[in-house]
């Protein structure tokens, strides 16, 4: 009974192995269509909102917002291996004293997210989290991590990436966004169903204008990673 036991857990964790790589390896080279998150938040609203999504390339997204989003988001996200341990343990100081949960986690952490899982506090979507971050940081390059990102973060409600989100909130391609539209759209990311890019708060715009200098320090852009020698890069 207890083979048996065993066995059943052994292939199940096989197949999830087998099955989870495979999928990752897909969207390596693949558009992401339509991710969980979509689904959730279709139904949430008992089908009453149009989700708005439009797959582009990397190149058809202005350089100024994947500046922004790593700006507000993530400032070591070129440097990182998927796990910012400065920004998790600050995050954990803060949510000790605090009134204010702060989760630190990294695009990559949020594309993991994103594309493969559900919006869940818990052990067990932070543990699968964890590894579906490792696997695409294994897998990927920094640029289709980004693209990924760019291309299914929630950017309003029903609005998913970039493209949508552009046409939605500045009715322009993403391509064309300039640096102030870029950073407000970076910044409305914490909370995309309530916050507003085009009609900024006073507190909006603080950050927006935070989001835009930390734009003019970061210095040369790039997302090519030094001494990188992963394949796809």
């Not at 998150?37 to 989700?51: G, H, N, Q, V």
């Not at 998790?88 to 899982?117: C, D, M, P």
């Not at 818990?122 to 693209?147: H, Q, V």
Request: hydrophobic share 40%; glycine share 4%; proline share 3%.
């Amino acid at each position: 009974m207890l083979r048996r036991i065993f066995r059943f857990f052994f292939k199940t964790l096989l197949w999830f192995f087998v099955i989870s790589i495979l999928w990752v390896l897909l969207y390596k080279w693949v558009p992401v269509a339509y991710t969980p998150l979509m689904a959730i938040r279709y139904f949430e609203s008992d089908k009453t909102i149009t989700t708005k999504h439009d797959w582009v390339p990397l190149s058809e997204i202005s350089k100024e917002l994947q500046l922004a989003v790593i700006c507000a988001e993530d400032q070591n996200f070129i440097n990182h291996h998927g796990f910012d341990y400065k920004a998790i343990q600050k995050a954990y100081e803060s949510n000790q004293k605090g009134k204010k949960l702060k989760g630190g986690s990294t695009i990559s952490q949020q594309t993991a997210k994103n594309v493969f899982l559900w919006p869940e506090r818990s052990w067990f979507r932070k543990g699968l989290e964890t590894y579906f971050t490792f696997l695409i940081e294994l897998f990927w390059s920094k640029e289709r991590i980004m693209e990924v990102y760019l291309n299914s973060i929630e950017m309003g409600n029903g609005v998913y990436g970039a493209e949508a989100a552009s046409e939605y909130w500045f009715h322009k391609k993403a391509k064309h966004l300039h640096r102030t539209e870029a950073a407000a759209l970076a910044v409305i990311l914490p909370n995309p169903r309530k916050y507003s890019a085009s009609k900024r708060t006073p507190y909006l715009e603080k950050r927006t204008q935070w989001v835009i200098q930390q734009m003019r320090n970061y210095g040369t852009f790039t997302l090519k990673e030094p001494n990188d020698k992963r394949a796809g890069n």
